[in-house]
Nanobody
């Protein structure tokens, strides 16, 4: 099973930027980012297809967040700009299984806190 290790969380003021990383232990089809704020359900943020580099985002982060990947390092990044307090959450990376088309593996999560 592919293992995912995240890094890069922290605290920042509104309008600031952070970059998260997610390193995979093996090749994957697609990887994605999710987040979970206190008292809320986990929500999809975006994902990248390794085959063609296409990215997809939820509406609330379009134009502010960018997902990219380094195929040699099998590492996915989430560049977050113009951060808002409502972006505060634990961010998780996940692996999309090509056989079941479900999110089959998850990282440990990294905290992002945006203060106003």
């Amino acid at each position: 099973q592919v293992q995912l290790v995240e890094s890069g969380g922290g605290s920042v003021q509104a309008g600031g930027s952070l970059r998260l990383s997610c390193a995979a232990s093996g090749r994957t089809f697609s990887m994605g980012w999710f987040r979970q704020a206190p008292g809320k359900e986990r929500e999809f943020v975006g994902r990248i297809n390794w085959s063609d580099g296409r990215t997809f985002y939820t509406d609330s982060v379009k134009g502010r967040f960018t997902i990219s990947g380094d195929t040699a390092k099998i590492t996915m990044y989430l560049q977050m700009n113009s951060l808002k307090p409502e972006d505060t959450a634990v961010y998780y990376c996940a692996l999309l299984s090509p056989s079941t088309i479900t999110w089959s593996s998850w990282g440990q999560g990294t905290q992002v806190t945006v203060s106003s």
